[in-house]
């Protein structure tokens, strides 16, 4: 018996149960690197049991190097499938760039295209991801990419890069019975797209297993993976309602005589909008491949999920969309809190002091209108912000998502947003906005991705419909913060 299969798209058909190599990086903590040949030889011994689909990334360690030497070896039928993830720090993503990200991928697998590419970006107010997803189509059009994919992209960001017009097959997310954001608003999206999941997480580091069941709370946890997880069980309402969701699964798990790791398996898999889930892999240590096999032995009834679901109730959602934990507190990551990272990050735009009054200082986007016009992006003075009227302009004058007003709609407000930090505010200072629409078609799907955004400390609003907006607006948004004292 192998694993599943499904096409994750046209050619592209890959194992359910995708291995994941996250974990070499883990083994390499200490400097010492794993041998790539015996790396190479564990991997093949999970290829020809029909786990041929592995999952990387440029900071996996030497994960790449070790799967290009399977690559290289590989004889007999078709070869394995290599995922890898290019994840560049923000800032410009000119043609060049992006190229030498993909190459260097391409050198490290040792192949001439690069069957799925995964692209992270860390934070949306800098646009320059547009600009990479865009570089990485016409690569793809080159035939150095196969499919093009996305990792941590929540639902209004995804809708963003499909409105553009990039290829995206796959989106990978966090996934479990313990983090349930995916089934959310990015199922639409993907349903709306044909756009697949990759799911991680599925066993949160270990925690959804019978080693856990009925246990205490560990007070420290050594591995990168399992001291990530670990926070994502606080976020979820703690202990006491994981042990709850832990003990449905244990019940359903001998109902079919399987272990509690094939119930949250199965449960992430049986969404519809989910192509595979990652299972990690400690290469040369524990290896799961006959456990494993077993989910697909066996299906989850309506009793089961009836179960599944009284425990959520004691649990709450993980805050946010998926991928917020990169870009925003709780920092639900192996390292913790990231706002330091964060701050280091390059903005997209720069607050001028005003040489007259250096308690008022002014942004510029760049917009082809801002010097004719004689207006600045965003003007702070004292603690107080006002954001000109803005809309989708990329660059100098390219609009984005022409037709899609919701799309417009997450794109402004990423360059709002990247207005107020400029100038020492934070996008929770946003006290009010006023939306102005094109036409009454455009009201449900700018409110909804206003909505998205401001799911927390919702600004004053109103919305008006004018009939008109010039060039290919569907959507523009003005906006008004005072800087929190406690941020001063």
Known sequence: MKPDRKELAPGLSISRILTGL??????????????????????????????????MADHYGTSE????????????GERPRAFTKWCPEPGPMTAEIVRAGVQDRLDRLGVERVDLLQFHWWTFEHPAWLDALHEMKRLKQEGLIGEIGVTNFDAAHLDLALAEGIPLVSNQVSFSLIDRRAAGHLADVCKKHGVQLLAYGTLCGGFLSERWLGKPEPEAVKDWSGSKYLRFIHAAGG???????????????????????????????????????????????????????????FELDADDHALLDQAFIATRMIPGDCGD??????FLTASGDLSHHL??????????????????????????WEPIAGYCRALRDGDRIMVSGTTATHGVDRTVAINDSGAQTTYILDKIAASVRALGGDPE???????????EED????????GLRFT?????????????????????????????????
């Open 22 to 55: 996250w974990q070499v990086a883990d083994q390499e903590k200490d400097g010492v690197t794993l041998d790539p040949v015996a790396g190479a030889k564990a991997l093949a011994d999970y290829a020809r049991e029909g786990f041929d689909t592995f999952d």
């Open 65 to 76: 190097l070790i799967t290009g030497e399977l690559l290289r070896s590989w004889q007999g």
């Open 239 to 297: 202990w006491a309602g994981y042990q709850g969701i832990l003990e449905a699964a244990d019940a359903i798990a001998r109902k079919h005589g399987v272990s509690i790791s094939n119930v949250a398996t199965r449960w992430v898999l049986e969404h519809a909008h989910v192509a595979g889930v990652i299972v990690g892999a400690r290469l040369g240590e524990n290896q799961h491949r006959a456990d494993n096999l077993r989910l697909f032995q």
């Open 325 to 330: 934990e990169y870009r925003q507190p709780p």
């Open 343 to 368: 701050a280091e990050m390059p903005s997209a735009m720069q607050a001028v002091t005003d040489p007259d009054n250096p308690d008022r200082a002014r942004v510029f986007s760049g917009s082809l």
């Open 429 to 439: 200072d946003i006290l009010r906005t006023r939306m102005y629409l094109r036409s």
């Open 443 to 450: 009201i449900e799907a700018a409110a909804r991705a206003h």
């Open 456 to 488: 927390t400390n919702p600004p004053a609003n109103t919305t008006f419909l004018v009939g008109n907006l010039i060039g290919d607006f569907r959507v523009e948004i003005e906006a008004e913060a005072v800087v929190s004292k406690k941020r001063e």
